[in-house]
């Protein structure tokens, strides 16, 4: 548990561990409960079955994985296990969707699909803190250093 939570009070982790968290609790928070103009956890699963043919039970998994993952990047609890998720759901993404469209996204909606830049980007992020763990300003310091030490 103790490596788990470990991590040193580094502002870049912090910087990576927000961003990540951010970005993947509002694209969680779409898919789960329709915020953001997101379609809600019902027609997210739909579609991931449906349309890329991921078993439900893996659907809601990766759903809940964007969702609490990026909650609790934001607070910077369990960071590592969280960007270890994330890490999952963009080499999934990556094999079944955004690979056979190249590196970039489709930014003048001229091809069929985005590429997977952006996803290689969550990647680096993810192994940042999966490596350095949560960095400054975490729930993950503070219980490593003042409850476990």
Sequence with gaps: MS???YTN???VQLVARLILGIIFFAHGAQKMLGWFQGPGLKKSIQML???IHV???FAFLAIAAEFFGGLGLIVGLLS???AAGI???MVVAIVLVH???GLFLNW???RKGHGYEYHLLALALALVIIVRGSGAMSLDHFLSNVIFK
């Design 3 to 5: 490596y788990l939570l």
């Design 9 to 11: 009070a580094d502002w």
């Design 49 to 51: 079955t449906e349309h």
């Design 55 to 57: 078993p439900a039970a």
């Design 80 to 82: 590592r296990v969280d």
């Design 87 to 89: 890490l999952v759901i």
């Design 99 to 101: 690979g056979r469209h």
């Design 108 to 110: 003048f909606g001229d």
